[in-house]
């Protein structure tokens, strides 16, 4: 259907379009003509993707003679292929409709390790080794040797890319990351590096989020971005812990020890250019005298990684003395290691600010603040004279290297933390050195300073006005969703007691409390008895999940449940769990019905979703607060509290009710499909944790559900579950449609819409 918008047409590939969409495109075309950023939640299961992308990409086209780019972020690959599946759905529609005018380029890019086609480099395990192999075949230098001896293996992908030079290009398109292998194979070019030359030229650029706030990342791809750019943040509730992972740095021992190693290796290269080509070395050593940290521009292979601090915060200046020569660098370096091993033997948690903790590897190592900011462009660049391709190796002493250009560089909104065990495991001793950023605001700054509109987006984005406090912007357009629906499919309950009458909850006083694990275990048996096909249970911690399952197992409770369903369980191993996730849904479907145990703020609880039968009931057994003695979790929440004003108590909620409605919302994945939540604690009956859910979750969430013991929670379960047996009308009767057409569009102009909305 087609339908305009103001002074839009907007295309939209499907028949009907939900209320919700409708509104949502209007608010978001509304901070697309302010130029400005906004904030929208909108519940899962809404098209909120389809919505995004046919209203951009068709105010794109209203405005030919100012294109606007869109760059989408998502936090995993699996939803980057669901958002330009939608997307090539949607482009098929505008081609349609408009003819070839309506042509776009849109490319998935991810890493080599999901882009390469090259068989010998694809068959390292892991990424990094991947980007080290890819670097073997590919570097200039490898490139100059293998011109002069053919024995020198190169890959023929990326050779062939260089000789069709301007040549190799894109067609318009919309490219999965299947789609850019095969078209890479067929022509014989590099897929991934063909992405990234393309990434500068497509309307549309499906990427990671790291690719955008992670700087070392960022100031490689994303840097030709240009300003007319709309950014989307997809699922962007945990935004701000992704802002401060980007900039923290943790140090072990075995960080140490690896670090060492590289110098050693990196020492023996020294004496061997020395002896074979000084000229190098002399040739890198005037370079920085004269105050280029890098030559020139380096080739698209050579390039590394970007310097891990802020592009506005590095220095343009020329790189201190005593680190000019590379035998100099490296006694620098050693120094670092010997104080840094120092800080490690410890007996008690210290903390120190960036500020102090400079001055002490001044007064101690004698290395200033100045010398610590330029370490990573130094190491990058004697990476490059030494002519280093096995980057993967050299890991240890660039995590160093990133510790100490971040301690230079910052000196607030940071806290180096040093604990000598971890205080689960208190007598295996594991020291570790951690620079933690507690700022969210300083990684995601440069991005809403350079483009013109940024739209943080997710279905759990409750209380909205705490995220331009913790990302510190002012969006021009704020709003949150509910969702229209014609019957009732939503049950959340609260559960505050069990049928004994005795109070349920994960306090840390009360959880290991046996009668609290017999009323969970006996909530759980009560609802296997009468809830079809699928239910997940979420646990806050895997050690709280290790602990009730082996209660329940001893006192067979667990056998009891096993009679009604089959028990799969997460763990914290990838592979594991994927296997146990596919035979969970394998039992689903045979109609053997299934539990799966898993853990809020886990795998499962961020990316995976239990739509239909494979979930009818969602139990989230206790609240999932942070583990509150953690060191860095404090030190971040005074940082808060003296920086923005968010209180402690208010933001440890905050981030346990966004955990909690995550995975309650894994549920309900459409309209047509139906659902119950159990939020199986006392403390979720209390006002101030209840009205920090997503809007969407409360409005559904009726007085008498509350306050409930398990046997009334089995008697309302019975009934919703008799309700939704009911044949329904999908559009919705009277005066409230839930499904709109071309023309009910077309009859309600503006009037009636806001009528129907609110």
């Known amino acids: ?26 608010e978001l075309k509304r901070a697309l003509d302010a130029k400005g950023h906004c904030l929208l939640e909108m519940p899962t299961g809404t098209g909120k993707t389809i919505a995004l992308l046919s209203l951009i990409t068709s105010y794109s086209l ?88 053919p024995n020198v293996p190169t890959c023929p992908f990326f050779e062939n890319y260089e000789k069709a030079a301007s040549a190799a290009v894109l067609p318009p398109g919309v490219y999965t990351l299947q789609d850019l292998r095969v078209f890479g194979k067929e022509k014989g070019w590099c897929p991934y590096f063909l992405a990234r030359h393309m990434v500068q030229f497509a309307n549309v650029v499906v990427y990671s989020y790291q690719y955008l706030l992670d700087p070392k990342v960022a100031g490689i791809i994303s840097k030709e971005m240009q300003k007319e750019s709309v950014v989307v943040f997809d699922e962007a509730h945990n935004i701000d812990n992704v802002c401060i992972e980007a900039l923290s740095v943790s140090v072990r021992r075995q960080t140490l020890e690896g670090a060492t190693r590289n110098l050693n290796r990196i020492s023996q290269e020294i004496d061997r250019f020395k002896a074979t080509d000084a000229s190098r070395l002399r040739a890198e050593y005037n370079r920085l005298v004269e105050g280029l940290a890098l030559r020139g521009n380096l080739p698209i292979t050579d390039n590394w990684l970007s310097n891990p601090a802020l592009p506005d915060d590095i220095l343009k200046e020329a790189v201190p003395g005593n680190i000019r020569r590379a035998e100099h660098f490296l006694h620098v370096l050693r120094r670092l290691l010997q104080y840094l091993r120092g800080r490690l033997e410890t007996e008690t948690v210290e903390k120190e600010s960036p500020v102090g903790f400079v001055a002490s ?58 604990e000598p065990f971890d205080e689960r ?43 331009p ?77 290790d602990g009730i399952i082996n209660t329940w197992n001893d006192t067979g409770i667990l056998k ?110 459409s309209k047509a499909d139906y659902g119950m939540m159990i939020f199986a604690d006392k403390r979720y009956s209390r006002h101030d944790k209840r009205s920090k859910l997503p809007s969407w979750i409360l409005s559904h969430l009726r007085d008498a559900n509350l306050n409930l013991s398990t046997d009334m929670a089995l008697h309302i379960a019975r009934e919703f579950l008799r309700k939704m047996a009911q044949p329904y009308d999908k559009t919705g009767g009277g005066d409230r449609k839930t499904l709109l057409s071309q023309e009910d569009l077309e009859k309600m102009g503006d009037g009636g819409m806001q009528e129907m909305l609110y």
């Open 469 to 545: 406090r913790l990302l510190n912007f002012h969006p021009v357009v704020s709003r949150s969703f509910t969702m229209s629906l014609t019957r009732d499919c939503i049950c959340p309950m609260v559960l505050t007691r069990g049928s004994d009458q005795l109070p349920v909850s994960t306090k840390f006083d009360m959880r290991s409390d046996p009668g609290v694990v017999r009323n969970y275990g006996k909530l759980l048996l009560e609802m296997v008895s009468i809830v079809p096909d699928g239910i997940v249970c979420f646990f806050v911690s895997y050690s709280y999940m």
């Open 62 to 149: 209203s405005k030919p003679q100012s294109p606007i780019k869109l760059i989408y972020c998502t936090r995993t690959v699996h939803e980057m292929e669901k958002t330009l599946a939608e997307l090539k759905l949607l482009h098929d529609y505008q081609i349609k409709h408009l003819g070839p005018q309506a042509r776009i380029l849109a490319i998935g890019l991810s890493s080599r390790k999901n882009l390469c086609v090259n068989p010998t480099v694809l068959a390292a395990e892991n990424r990094d080794s991947v980007d080290a192999g890819c670097r073997k075949l590919t570097a200039s230098w490898v490139r100059a040797m293998a011109a002069e001896n």
């Open 361 to 418: 590897v001044n007064s101690h190592a004698g290395i200033d603040q100045k010398t610590l900011k330029f370490c990573y462009d130094r190491l990058h660049s004697l990476m490059l004279t030494l002519e280093i391709t096995d980057t993967d190796e050299f890991l240890h002493i660039q995590t160093i290297c990133d510790f100490a250009t971040l301690v230079g560089t910052y000196s607030r909104g940071f806290s180096i933390i040093v």
């Open 1 to 26: 259907m087609k339908f305009q918008i103001e002074d839009v047409t907007v295309y939209f590939p499907y028949d009907h379009i939900y209320p919700e969409q409708y509104s949502y495109m209007i």
């Open 560 to 669: 009891e449940i096993m009679q009604h369903k089959l028990v799969f369980i997460e763990t914290q191993d990838v592979v594991e769990t994927t296997l146990a996730m596919d035979n969970y849904r394998r039992a689903c479907d045979c109609g053997r019905g299934a539990v799966f145990f898993s853990v809020a703020r886990g795998k499962v609880a961020e990316g995976i979703d239990f739509d239909r039968h494979y979930g009818r009931l969602v139990i989230m057994f206790g609240v999932p607060f942070q583990y509150t003695l953690s060191k860095i979790l404090l030190a971040r929440l005074e940082y808060l509290r003296d920086t923005f004003q968010i209180k402690e108590g208010d933001f440890l909620t905050f981030d346990a009710l966004r955990q909690a409605a995550q995975c309650v919302g894994r549920v309900i994945r």
């Open 425 to 467: 495991m208190p007598h295996i001793p594991d020291p570790v050195l951690q620079l933690s950023c507690h700022d969210a605001s300083l990684a995601i700054k440069p991005v809403f300073d350079r483009f013109q509109s940024v739209v943080i987006t997710s279905g759990t984005l409750s209380p909205i006005d705490l995220y």
